[in-house]
């Protein structure tokens, strides 16, 4: 797995941030002074529609793209606060088969295998399209145990 980590300033406008050295599949932002929730945006999701760890929405105008060497950030203040600090860290698969990013349709059938990842993952993060939290489980979890995170 490919990761990367950074800082930069908010500046209240569409911007870019470059220099990552690869084209993230995952890019989770924080603020570093606020108590905030951390914003994530995959490489599957729609153009434009951060997601929250917990809390409930997606985040329109927050990061809005990943591009070969970094991400695109929109103007709300959740990533991009004119003069605020921000943490970003950056993920991409290197082909060692330890880090996927995908998606699948929900069909409400309990004990659902998800098939095509290519090895048995140690964490897992879920979040649906939705208002609802994000969902991650640990490969030490107890069967059929997941938990809302608290980013």
């Given at each position: ?9 908010g ?51 927050a ?14 203040s ?64 107890a ?9």
């Open positions: 797995m490919k990761v990367a980590t950074g800082q930069y300033t500046t209240g406008s569409d911007t870019t941030i470059t220099g990552v050295g690869f084209t993230p599949a995952l890019v989770i932002i924080k603020n570093h002074t606020s108590s905030g929730f951390a914003r994530w945006y995959t490489s599957t999701m729609a153009s434009n529609d951060s997601a929250y760890f917990v809390a409930a929405g997606n985040d329109a105008g990061i809005k793209a990943l591009n070969t060497d970094g991400f695109s950030l929109g103007t709300s959740n990533v991009n606060a004119s003069g605020s600090l921000y943490n970003w860290i950056a993920f991409a698969a290197d082909g060692s088969d330890d880090f996927k990013v995908g998606e699948y349709t929900g069909n409400d059938n309990d004990n659902r295998s998800i098939t095509g990842v290519g090895f048995q993952p140690d964490f897992l993060f879920i979040k649906a399209e939705d208002s609802r939290p994000a969902i991650y489980r640990h490969k030490d979890f069967a059929d145990h997941g938990d809302y995170g608290d980013y």
